[in-house]
Structure formats: C-alpha cells, structure tokens
C-alpha cells in the first residue's frame, strides 16, 4: 500500500454512497503515523448509531422501492405487553405472513423494530416488499394475519434520503429497556460489497489541511447536505463521506 488512504463506494442503484479513509495500516510512503487516542464512550455511542442508520439505509436501497409498505401495527386500547411477549408476537406474525407468501410464489422480506411510545403503549414498525395477484395484496394480508389491534398501512414514496432507517435506527428512549433490539432484518436482505480504489491525502485535503469538495462525475451529483468531512478525533487522519444521485435515466 503506497498512498495508505482508500475510496468505498457502494452502488445502491440512483445513488452511490462514497467513503473515503485512512486504511489504517501505517508505513505507506509520504504518510506519518498519526497519534491516537482513546475514543469516549459518547464518540463510540455516536460512532455505532452512524454505522446503524447507513447499514440500514443500504439495505433498504437494495431491498426495498417505491410502492412497497410501510406498517404501523398496533396492540389493543389497554394491551401492553413487556417488550420479550411483543418479540413472540412478531415472530409468530412474520411465520403466518412468510407462509402466505410462499402459498402465492413470493418471497418475504421486511425490517422492523419495536417501539413503547411514552405511555408506554406497545406498537411495531415494519417495512415491507409488497406483493399482489388477482386474489390478495400484502396489506390486506397483513391485515388479516395481525390480531393484535390495527395495521396502520403507508406506502413508501421514497427509499433513497435516509429517512426510513433514521427512524428504525434512532436511538433507544428513556423509557424502554436496553434489552431492546433497535431493528429486525429477515435474512434473505441483500447485502453488497464495495468497490475499491487507492487515492492519495491530496484528493481529500490542500497542503494546508483545509478539506476539498468532492467532484461528482459525469452523470451523477453531488446530494446537498450528504457530504461529511474532517478529522478522526481518534486516529488523526483525514476522512470524507458523501452521497452521489444518477442524474440520467433512473433506475426503478
């Protein structure tokens, strides 16, 4: 390794998302091993929940579209369950629904996570592909299998902003336990690797250190806002992440 500094880019379809970092291994010519310190657990914190929310919103890029459903599912006014019987719940529900979808030659997939509003009261998030014949929908399947209370049904608009995996990664509250897993995938999710190219510090910052903006290439743009750079206050080195948006024919 000669420039000790590497380009991730992940194809997700209308979007590329691009990291850019310090490999970690020292030695590589013009580059000084950088001191480091030990990360505070509110960095390691903010660090995990980063690395959650783009884990998520890769997967959602690679499994999910437009016109797929997003579900609300609720308990009974006076239902509440502890969090451990809701996790029976949702298992027993996705094996009826998994099943219904195998009857028709579909297959199944979802990401949810469990919530208890401030109330306390007990509800599921769960985002679904959605399958259709001449018989049945996904919704009215999932309303038929889930008797529990109400399912509250959205269609997705919209998979490439974040905005789903924000919601299913965001932190635990006060008042739910710890115990609480944030997300639920079904495993059958697709998940890809990504490309890999060496570039050098310079691509990343001036002699001076000051930052550079990246430069999209043909076809595609830059997002507004998606573009995070500086200094790893552990490691010392320099690093730039950003997201890059088809600007020709879109993929649906």
């Not at 459903?69 to 006076?78: I, Q």
């Not at 269609?155 to 336990?177: C, F, W």
């Not at 998606?226 to 552990?234: A, E, F």
């Not at 890059?244 to 879109?250: A, D, I, K, M, Q």
């Amino acid at each position: 390794m000669r420039c000790g500094y590497i380009r991730w880019i992940w194809d997700c379809g209308n979007t590329r998302e691009v990291e850019e970092k310090h490999t970690g291994r020292y030695g590589a010519r013009g580059q000084k091993r950088q001191k480091r310190r030990k990360a505070t657990p509110e960095e390691i914190a903010k660090q995990n929940q980063w690395k959650r929310e783009r884990d998520v919103r890769r997967l959602i890029k690679w499994n999910f579209g437009i016109g797929d459903y997003w579900f609300t599912l609720t308990y009974k006014k006076g239902s509440r369950p502890p969090w451990k019987q809701m996790q029976k719940d949702m298992s027993k529900f996705i094996r009826k629904l998994r099943d219904k979808y195998k009857k028709y030659g579909w297959e199944l997939k979802y990401i949810y996570r469990l919530e208890i509003g401030k109330q306390g009261g007990p509800h599921v998030h769960i985002l679904v592909n959605r399958k259709s014949n001449n018989e049945t929908d996904t919704g009215l399947l999932v309303e038929m299998l889930w008797n529990h209370g109400h399912a509250q049904t959205k269609r997705v608009y919209d998979v490439d902003s974040g905005e789903l995996a924000e919601y299913i990664t965001k932190p635990l509250k006060e008042h739910e336990p710890e115990d609480l897993k944030r997300y639920h995938p079904s495993r059958n999710l697709i998940r890809k690797d990504p490309e890999k190219e060496e570039i050098k510090k310079r691509s990343l910052v001036d002699r001076q250190g000051i930052p550079r903006d990246p430069k999209p290439p043909k076809g595609w743009a830059i997002v507004p806002g998606s573009v995070k750079h500086g200094k790893n206050k552990v490691t010392g080195y320099a690093y730039r992440h950003y997201i890059l948006v088809r600007t020709g024919n879109r993929r649906d």
